[in-house]
């Protein structure tokens, strides 16, 4: 009997159902499929983003890296890590104010209102892009996990794989996604943890990996230290427009929830972000010549079938909790930002059949391009490096009154479509796409906003009246609750 297998199936059926008993609590709108008509607690909100920065494609990746670079590795979740602090600190307030005064439910909306309908179209583009990305490593990554059990052709497995995250997504929106990804947390930690204890039982202990393993594989900023900078401030500013961030705050129930959620899921992946990496790190002692990609599973069945079937639901659990959810957000935007926009009079119930269909869509566009990709964290890389271009632009545009409509319509523009042509023409010259992105950006938007006759941009005036009623609320919120003691 094939016990780790079994056990992948029998998880997979189980988060299905709870995902199947959510759907069918209740009558389902359009936005309370899209963002649970801001019923989120904070201990919903922690595995939601913990999901986000755990996702399958980046543990296994962060295995594979580990096995051929090291330690290293960790930078794409500390670098997450750091992009949900920024978040918090910068621009949850933004996005809730956004919210309560205009009704905006996606990152291209707020964009509207804080510049113009040509930032909306721009952001639009680089969400649907971002998230394509995010997704297309998933089925891929549950592919090269289940084939070796089953013996199937990985391509094909892929396929399927896909065709049930849709069913998953279809099911339970954004209510769902959160209970489901409760149960997802807790079984990556605990499977991790145990793989990480065999594997370093099975290397001779991390004295004996500090003694053979190259002195590099210990090294936090290799393979350079410009590439690693880039990774992590790329990762961390792009959180500033991060799909997944701004659904999370408006469907909190409280901007307190919020908070506490962000910066609980922060807190908890900086040390889980090292376990793949140093299972991966003891595999190049105990497995040489195994194939990267596969090196988590190889030595996680290394230690016995249990531990093996552990591991594969913890990987599963990583893969099943961000799959769904970048699909989620993809058409939620899609949503709010084209159909709702061409379709202005459209009924809910239209609204929600576009975005279901959307689901569908975009899963099979985003599973062809996984299956053509070449590296898993060099397409999460690339997918936080262009948006990141969007979060410089907000952030200036928030301190900065003069900021034009304009200014950050060319600058978004230009500096997005360098960071996507830069990741596909291979890096050249070893250059991250962030440094050219963003140097362009800066240099676009300060130009052409000091060109600009308004002393305060329209937009500016906009968010202000924004932050000015949200404040306001607060206080009266503050006021009411003191009187009520």
């Known amino acids: 009997m094939n016990i780790p297998l079994a056990m ?6 189980l988060t299905v159902g709870i995902g ?19 019923n989120l ?8 983003l913990f999901a986000e920065m755990m996702a399958g494609a980046a543990t296994i990746g962060k295995a594979a890296t580990g096995f051929t670079t090291g330690i290293s590795a960790v930078w794409v979740n500390w670098g997450m890590s750091i992009g949900m602090i920024v978040f918090i600190v910068f621009a949850a307030r933004f996005y809730r104010a956004m919210h309560r005064k205009y009704d905006i439910l996606s990152v291209p909306e707020a964009f509207r209102f804080m510049f113009d309908e040509r930032c909306r179209a721009v952001m639009l583009i680089i969400v649907v892009v971002t998230y394509c990305f995010l997704y297309s490593s998933q089925p891929i990554s549950a592919a090269a996990l289940i084939a070796p059990m089953t013996g199937l052709d990985p391509t094909l497995l892929a396929w399927m794989v896909s065709a049930l995250f849709i069913l998953v997504t279809l099911m339970g929106g954004m209510r769902g996604l959160a209970i489901m990804n409760i149960v997802h947390m807790v079984v990556m930690y605990a499977g991790l943890v145990v793989a990480t204890s ?9 004295a004996v990996l500090q003694e053979q393993l190259p002195s590099s594989y210990f090294d936090l900023l290799q393979p350079d230290p410009w590439s690693t900078l880039a990774n992590a401030i790329g990762i961390g500013i792009s959180f500033l427009a991060a799909a997944t961030m701004v659904t999370a ?13 962000a910066w609980g899921a922060a807190a908890i992946v900086i040390p889980f972000a090292t376990l793949p990496a140093i299972i991966g790190m003891c595999g190049v002692l105990v497995m040489p010549d195994a194939d990267p990609n596969s090196i988590l599973f190889s030595m996680s069945n290394a230690q016995g079938p249990v531990v093996g079937g552990v591991v594969s639901m913890a990987i599963a659990a990583a893969i099943w909790s961000s799959a769904p959810a970048a699909l989620l957000f993809v ?4 949503t709010q930002d084209f159909y709702a926009v061409v379709r202005p009079h459209s009924t809910d119930r239209q609204r929600l059949a576009f975005s279901r269909l959307m689901v569908v869509a975009l899963g099979i566009v985003s599973t062809w391009l996984g299956l053509n ?14 948006r990141s271009v969007v979060g410089v632009v907000l952030l200036v545009a928030m301190v900065w009154p003069r900021v034009s409509s304009t200014a950050a319509f060319w600058s978004m523009l230009g500096g997005g479509a360098i960071a996507a042509i830069w990741h596909f023409a291979g890096n050249p010259w070893g250059v991250e796409p962030l440094w050219p992105a963003c140097g362009f950006t ?20 906009r968010y202000k009246a924004a932050r000015d009623e949200l404040a306001e609320a607060e206080g009266r919120a503050v006021r009411e609750r003191k009187t009520s003691r």
């Open 331 to 334: 058409s939620n935007t899609l």
């Open 20 to 38: 199947a008993v959510v759907a069918a609590r209740g009558k389902v709108s359009s936005r309370q499929f899209l963002t649970a008509q801001g």
């Open 373 to 386: 990709a070449s590296s898993i964290l060099g397409q999460l890389y690339a997918a936080f490096q262009i």
């Open 8 to 13: 992948l199936v029998l998880y997979i059926v």
């Open 249 to 261: 705050s408006i469907s909190a129930r409280s901007a307190r929830d919020m908070g506490i959620g």
């Open 198 to 206: 065999g594997s370093l039982n099975m290397a001779g202990g991390l």
């Open 41 to 48: 607690a904070w201990y919903m909100i922690v595995p939601l």
């Open 442 to 461: 800066i240099v676009v938007l300060g130009a052409l906003t000091l060109v600009s006759r308004q002393q305060v941009s329209e937009g500016y005036l």
